[in-house]
C-alpha cells in the first residue's frame, strides 16, 4: 500500500466506467460489486461519471445500487437516477459543431451527434457503430445530414480504427477548437468533442455539489486523459493499472488493471481506510 495523507475523509467516489469500473468485455468483476456494497454500507456515496450517454450507464445502476445522479457526455449532461431527469446540461456552440463535424469527416472518421436524448449516425455500418450499440444499450437513428441537430449537440464523437488517425484529429481538433470546445480520446478509438466547461472535471464538481460534500472529501478513479481533469481537484485521486502514464503521473496512488479487482482494491484500500 502506498502511504497517503488525506485532509480529510472520503465521502463521495466519482468514477470512470469503461477501463476503470467495467472489465474489457464490459461486465462488472464480482469484487467490484461486492466493494460498491461495502461504500453504501459506510456511508459514502458512489456516481458514475462517463463519455457514454447517460442511458448507456443504466445497466450498472441497479448492480451497484446506485440511486444518485450521474454524469454523461464527459459532463455535457447530468441526470438523476431516473435517467430522464436532466439536472445540468451543456450542449456545444453551434459553430464549433460545425467545424468539428467538418473537419471529422474530411479526415476520414466516422462521425456521430448526440443531441437530447438521440444518438445520430450517417451509417449503421461504421466500424464501431454496432459495438458502441451493444455496449452501452443505446438505440442510434440514421439521418443524411446532422445539420437540424448542432444547435443543441452534447456531444460528438468520431471513430476509425486507424488510431493513429484519431489522435492526430484529436491534436488537430484541440488546435482548432481551443477556447471553443472540449476535445479528447475517450479511448484509442473514440475521438469526443464537448461543450468548453463539459469534461471530468465539471461533472465531479457538480456531482460533488450535488452530494453536498467538498472535493477534498471525493476520491476519484480513472484510466484515461479524459479523467485527468478529475483527477486534479479529488481529495484522493487513483489511476488503474491499465492507464495512460500520464493519467498515472496526475494521481497520488495507481491500482490493479480493471479486468482483475483493480477498482475494488482500491475502494478497500484507499477510501474505505481513509
Request: charged share 20%; aromatic share 6%.
Amino acid at each position: 500500500m502506498t502511504d497517503i495523507t488525506l485532509s480529510k475523509p472520503i465521502r463521495l467516489v466519482v468514477t470512470d466506467v469503461d477501463g476503470t469500473l467495467v472489465r474489457k468485455d464490459k461486465t462488472l468483476h464480482p469484487e467490484t460489486i461486492k466493494a460498491a456494497q461495502e461504500l453504501k454500507a459506510a456511508g459514502i456515496v458512489l456516481c458514475l461519471a462517463s463519455s457514454r450517454p447517460p442511458r448507456g450507464m443504466e445497466m450498472y445502476l441497479e448492480p451497484l445500487g446506485i440511486t444518485t445522479p450521474h454524469a454523461g457526455f464527459n459532463g455535457g449532461q447530468i441526470v438523476a437516477a431516473d435517467n430522464k431527469t436532466i439536472l445540468d446540461e451543456l450542449a456545444i456552440p453551434e459553430d464549433a459543431a460545425r467545424v468539428a463535424v467538418d473537419h471529422m469527416t474530411a479526415a476520414g472518421l466516422d462521425v456521430w451527434v448526440f443531441a437530447g436524448n438521440g444518438w445520430y449516425v450517417k451509417s449503421a455500418n461504421g466500424p464501431y457503430v454496432a459495438h458502441e450499440a451493444e455496449v452501452t444499450r443505446n438505440t442510434f437513428t440514421v439521418v443524411e445530414d446532422f445539420s437540424p441537430y448542432l444547435s443543441n449537440t452534447n456531444k460528438i464523437m468520431s471513430s476509425s480504427k486507424d488510431f493513429d488517425l484519431v489522435g492526430r484529429v484529436e491534436e488537430e481538433l484541440q488546435a482548432n477548437l481551443h477556447g471553443q470546445a472540449s476535445v479528447n480520446r475517450s479511448s484509442p478509438y473514440y475521438c469526443d468533442v464537448t461543450h468548453m466547461d463539459a469534461n471530468k472535471g465539471h461533472a465531479a464538481l457538480a456531482l460533488a455539489r450535488i452530494a453536498g460534500v467538498t472535493p477534498e472529501e471525493m476520491a476519484c478513479l480513472g484510466d484515461m486523459n479524459v479523467d485527468v481533469p478529475m483527477l486534479k481537484i479529488a481529495g484522493l485521486s487513483i489511476a488503474m493499472g491499465n492507464a495512460a502514464e500520464s493519467v498515472k503521473a496526475a494521481s497520488m496512488v495507481v491500482t490493479g488493471d480493471n479486468d482483475g479487482p483493480g477498482w475494488a482494491d482500491a475502494i478497500r484500500t484507499y477510501v474505505l481506510k481513509s
